[in-house]
């Protein structure tokens, strides 16, 4: 695999699942590789989220939401995108992007009280975090 030297992950609203990826990729390539996020629109940043990833002493609570609009998608090495909408609609305005799919649920879907809801929140951040590690070999990371 060709080294990467930037990243772009991608969700609905960049406010839950692209923020914890983005964190993620920086923490395990050790700032080596230029990670980004952004979302098909800005939402707010989820405060489950926030939490989720404090656990693991990632602070992500000054991450302000961003769309597509605001990056310039074609210079980066490898868009990961994280939803069907986003995977579809990236697909068909730049098809000519290094592109992966990760499909992952939606832990603001979740119901219950709040410990199962951050437990929905902790299953995404794990996930995404495995993926991560196995995916992306970062070298002297």
């Known amino acids: 695999m060709t080294k990467l030297k930037s990243i772009l992950f991608?969700?609905?609203?960049?406010?839950?699942?692209?923020?914890?990826?983005s964190a993620l990729a920086s923490k395990h390539s050790k700032r080596r590789v230029f990670?980004?996020?952004?979302?098909?629109?800005?939402?707010?940043?989820?405060p489950f989220s926030v939490s989720a990833m404090a656990e693991?002493?990632?602070?992500?609570?000054?991450?302000?939401?961003?769309t597509l609009a605001d990056?310039?998608?074609?210079?980066?090495?490898?868009?990961?995108?994280?939803?069907?909408?986003?995977?579809?609609?990236?697909?068909?305005?730049?098809?000519?992007?290094a592109l992966e799919f990760?499909?992952?649920?939606?832990p603001s879907d979740a119901e219950g009280n709040r410990d199962q809801v951050m437990d929905s929140y902790r299953l995404v951040r794990d996930h995404l975090e495995t993926r991560?590690?196995?995916r992306l070999q970062f070298e002297g990371a």
């Open 56 to 66: 693991i002493g990632i602070d992500i609570a000054d991450h302000n939401p961003k």
């Open 71 to 97: 990056v310039d998608i074609t210079l980066f090495d490898l868009v990961i995108t994280l939803t069907e909408e986003s995977r579809d609609m990236i697909t068909n305005k730049y098809p000519d992007v």
């Open 102 to 106: 990760w499909a992952t649920p939606d």
């Open 35 to 46: 990670v980004e996020s952004s979302g098909l629109i800005a939402g707010a940043l989820d």
């Open 10 to 21: 991608v969700c609905n609203q960049n406010a839950v699942r692209s923020p914890m990826a």
């Open 132 to 134: 991560i590690a196995d």
